[in-house]
């Protein structure tokens, strides 16, 4: 199984920008589908970005055009850019090995602790 280790959270403004940081244990990395999830205070865990295995990438409609993921196999590495950051991204963000299903992404499988972003006003 894969260990996930995420990094880079943190508070940042209104329309600011963090980068986050997901590093991977184990030989099999480049043929896991990778995703971020984020879970809010109070709210469900919702997926925000995938990076497949096959090298298509996949975003949930409210980060479109603001949040970019990014993997590195080389380095067992996968990240998300979040730019124009806005007060509703503040979530605790997890980095997760996943699959596409016909109901969405599947999160039974690894996970990382999670790292919390908060974005004030």
């Known amino acids: 199984q894969i260990q996930l280790v995420e990094s880079g959270g943190g508070l940042v403004q209104a329309g600011g920008s963090l980068r986050l940081s997901c590093r991977a244990s184990?030989?099999?990395?480049?043929?896991?589908?990778m995703a971020w999830f984020r879970q809010a205070p109070g709210k469900e865990r919702e997926f925000v970005a995938a990076?497949?295995?096959?090298?298509?990438?996949y975003y949930a409609d409210s980060v479109k055009g603001r949040f970019t993921i990014s993997r590195d196999n080389a380095k067992n590495t996968v990240a998300l850019q979040m730019n124009s950051l806005k007060i509703e991204d503040t979530a605790v963000y997890y980095c997760?090995?996943?699959?596409?299903?016909?109901?969405?992404?599947?999160?039974?499988?690894?996970w990382g602790q999670g790292t919390q972003v908060t974005v004030s006003s």
């Open positions: 990076f497949t295995w096959s090298g298509s990438t």
């Open positions: 997760a090995t996943t699959f596409r299903k016909a109901t969405g992404w599947d999160t039974s499988r690894s």
């Open positions: 184990g030989r099999t990395f480049s043929s896991n589908t």
